[in-house]
């Protein structure tokens, strides 16, 4: 089999060629195609990180198709976020296929955290998606059937960031503990430098560990998540606020498994690294501090036994994760790469025997009759992002323009008396 990897943004392009490592050496090979949907998405730099190489084509969805149209590939792998699974479904569907189309499968870039029937709603049109958990499984499957689809498209991997995570190793010394941020989680100024005190006021209880910061996004990183470049502004000034004697906190860079193999303890609120620690056997916690917060995707944390605050954490006895939580959410991805494989193979040949069409958006996007409606209002791209719904940001946007304005003509009429 060969394989299009198609991928968007950077988590998403590193959970591909995860992906791709592991079903080489089930001799399945490939190319990855970065699909650009936003001309800041990601840099040159950044992919070649990443991938270690540069991607065989980077590229707008449409030339992406196009490329697709020429042949030579058996599967397409769609690593993209949910807006951009429905245009390219959508667009795939009426694009006619000479030498007949690939089979598409979908992935996550990490654990759902959150949003999860809009997302397994964006993907269902795929011939395979690919889940990472027993109970996204049921949940899929439970939405599936209420949409009327029963042919069972669906495969539980694990989460693709903890393949091949048995013969994972730690470092000689560990005295890392590690705090994992994400760009919006938490969101604001006052929350992050929440954190950096809890942080600093452990650092100088436990003097023989080094607390760090993992950001998320570096200051020559692209990034689709708003206020992603803050976090580092936010770092410094912390560390510049800190009392004479007072040791500052220190910046880590790496992957997520490399810095795991330091650390004695990892931390975050809701990020994908903490599963990755999990998986390879390293103590975790998932900051409580700011509730079980839906838009923050703790709550996927609920019944895990990690779940704690940062002011009663004791590094020296973290919590422990709760095995039947772990079967139910996490799962064992090492053991099924083969049978991905050999499901994948499977699918293939009978496409080959029996083309299927591939599928529309609907009616898991909504029904055709309101999508033409909202296109026909709003254009293509606001419908199928529905970004038409953000009414409220626009009547805010008015309002400040009109304010600044009228304050602008204030100003100007003082001068024009004088």
């Given at each position: 089999?060969?394989?299009?990897?198609?991928?968007?943004?950077?988590?998403?392009?590193?959970?591909?060629?995860?992906?791709?490592?592991?079903?080489?050496?089930?001799?399945?090979?490939?190319?990855?195609?970065?699909?650009?949907?936003?001309?800041?998405?990601?840099?040159?730099?950044?992919?070649?990180?990443?991938?270690?190489?540069?991607?065989?084509?980077?590229?707008?969805?449409?030339?992406?198709?196009?490329?697709?149209?020429?042949?030579?590939?058996?599967?397409?792998?769609?690593?993209?976020?949910n807006?951009?699974?429905?245009?390219?479904?959508?667009?795939?569907?009426?694009?006619?296929?000479?030498?007949?189309?690939?089979?598409?499968?979908?992935?996550?870039?990490?654990?759902?955290f959150?949003?999860h029937?809009?997302?397994?709603?964006?993907?269902?049109?795929?011939?395979?998606?690919?889940?990472?958990?027993?109970?996204?499984?049921?949940?899929?499957?439970?939405?599936?059937?209420?949409?009327g689809?029963?042919?069972?498209?669906?495969?539980?991997?694990?989460?693709?960031?903890?393949?091949?995570?048995?013969?994972?190793?730690?470092?000689?010394?560990?005295r890392?503990?590690?705090?994992?941020?994400?760009?919006s989680?938490?969101?604001?100024?006052?929350?992050?430098?929440?954190?950096?005190?809890?942080?600093?006021?452990?650092?100088?209880?436990?003097?023989?560990?080094?607390?760090?910061?993992?950001?998320?996004?570096?200051?020559?990183?692209?990034?689709?998540?708003?206020?992603?470049?803050?976090?580092?502004?936010?770092?410094?000034?912390?560390?510049?606020?800190?009392?004479p004697?007072?040791?500052?906190?220190?910046?880590?860079?790496?992957?997520?498994?490399?810095?795991?193999?330091?650390?004695?303890?990892?931390?975050?609120?809701?990020?994908t690294?903490?599963?990755?620690?999990?998986?390879?056997?390293?103590?975790?916690?998932?900051?409580?501090?700011?509730?079980?917060?839906?838009?923050?995707?703790?709550?996927y944390?609920?019944?895990?036994?990690?779940?704690g605050?940062?002011?009663?954490?004791?590094?020296?006895?973290?919590?422990?994760?709760?095995?039947?939580?772990?079967?139910?959410?996490?799962g064992n991805?090492?053991?099924?790469?083969?049978?991905?494989?050999?499901?994948?193979?499977?699918?293939?040949?009978?496409?080959?025997?029996?083309?299927?069409?591939?599928?529309?958006?609907?009616?898991?996007?909504?029904?055709?009759?309101?999508y033409?409606?909202?296109?026909?209002?709003?254009?293509?791209?606001?419908?199928?992002?529905?970004?038409?719904?953000?009414?409220q940001?626009?009547?805010?946007?008015?309002?400040?323009?009109?304010?600044?304005?009228?304050r602008?003509?204030?100003?100007l009429?003082?001068?024009?008396?004088?």
């Amino acid at each position: 089999m060969n394989i299009a990897y198609v991928s968007t943004f950077d988590s998403f392009l590193r959970s591909n060629r995860i992906l791709a490592e592991a079903l080489a050496k089930e001799g399945v090979t490939g190319d990855h195609l970065v699909m650009r949907v936003r001309m800041d998405q990601i840099t040159d730099e950044q992919i070649g990180t990443i991938l270690g190489a540069p991607a065989k084509k980077v590229a707008g969805m449409e030339e992406i198709i196009g490329l697709l149209l020429q042949g030579g590939y058996d599967w397409v792998v769609l690593s993209a976020e949910n807006t951009s699974c429905r245009r390219f479904f959508e667009i795939l569907q009426q694009t006619p296929f000479p030498k007949g189309r690939p089979l598409v499968a979908t992935i996550y870039p990490g654990i759902l955290f959150r949003h999860h029937y809009d997302g397994f709603s964006a993907r269902m049109p795929a011939d395979l998606v690919i889940l990472n958990s027993i109970k996204d499984c049921r949940t899929y499957e439970e939405l599936a059937r209420t949409q009327g689809r029963t042919d069972g498209n669906f495969f539980n991997l694990g989460p693709v960031t903890i393949i091949d995570t048995a013969g994972f190793k730690f470092a000689a010394e560990r005295r890392k503990v590690i705090f994992f941020d994400q760009p919006s989680v938490p969101q604001t100024r006052e929350e992050k430098m929440y954190v950096f005190e809890q942080l600093s006021r452990l650092a100088e209880s436990h003097p023989h560990l080094d607390f760090c910061v993992k950001l998320r996004v570096g200051p020559k990183d692209a990034t689709l998540h708003k206020g992603g470049h803050g976090t580092l502004d936010y770092f410094s000034d912390f560390n510049k606020s800190l009392p004479p004697g007072r040791k500052p906190l220190h910046l880590v860079d790496g992957s997520p498994r490399a810095l795991i193999a330091e650390s004695r303890l990892a931390l975050s609120v809701s990020s994908t690294a903490l599963i990755e620690a999990l998986a390879c056997g390293c103590p975790s916690m998932a900051v409580a501090d700011f509730g079980i917060d839906e838009d923050y995707g703790v709550s996927y944390f609920v019944g895990s036994g990690i779940s704690g605050l940062l002011e009663t954490l004791d590094p020296e006895n973290p919590p422990l994760a709760s095995a039947e939580w772990m079967k139910e959410n996490v799962g064992n991805a090492d053991l099924q790469i083969p049978v991905l494989a050999a499901r994948m193979a499977a699918d293939l040949a009978e496409h080959r025997k029996q083309p299927k069409p591939a599928s529309s958006i609907h009616p898991y996007y909504g029904s055709r009759a309101f999508y033409r409606h909202a296109v026909e209002k709003f254009g293509a791209r606001k419908a199928i992002s529905r970004r038409y719904r953000n009414r409220q940001g626009v009547m805010l946007a008015k309002y400040a323009l009109h304010f600044v304005t009228k304050r602008l003509s204030s100003v100007l009429s003082v001068f024009r008396k004088r």
